[in-house]
Each structure stands twice: as structure tokens, then as C-alpha cells.
């Protein structure tokens, strides 16, 4: 939320130092957001194969 507000606050108030603040926060947004999504992609294949094992029949 500080990046966008900072940036969009540094382009209608032109300064610069508003600019910067967006240039330091995006990166830690960025890896905060991939690893969110990983872990959400990891859960999703967890109980995807989880719900595959329930419908197969058992193994002899």
C-alpha cells in the first residue's frame, strides 16, 4: 500500500523523494508477493493430490 501511495503521491505532488520511497519498497512488495504465491500454488497441488488419493481405489 506505501509503494502505490508513494508513487502516485510523488507523481502529483512532483517530488522526488516520494519516488524513491517507491523505489525501495517495490522490491520487498515483489518477494513478499512471490512467495505468497508459491506457497498458495504449493497448498493448491497439496490438496489436489490429496483429494486424487481419496477417489483411487486402493491398491492390492
Known sequence: M???L???A???LANPTL???FIVT???VLVIGFVYN???VMIAV???KQEANK???PKK
Do not use: D, E, V
Open 46 to 48: 497439496r490438496l489436489q
Open 38 to 40: 508459491i506457497r498458495f
Open 10 to 12: 510523488g507523481q502529483w
Open 2 to 4: 506505501i509503494s502505490i
Open 55 to 57: 477417489a483411487s481405489p
Open 6 to 8: 508513494s508513487l502516485w
Open 26 to 28: 517495490m522490491p520487498i
Open 19 to 21: 519516488g524513491q520511497i
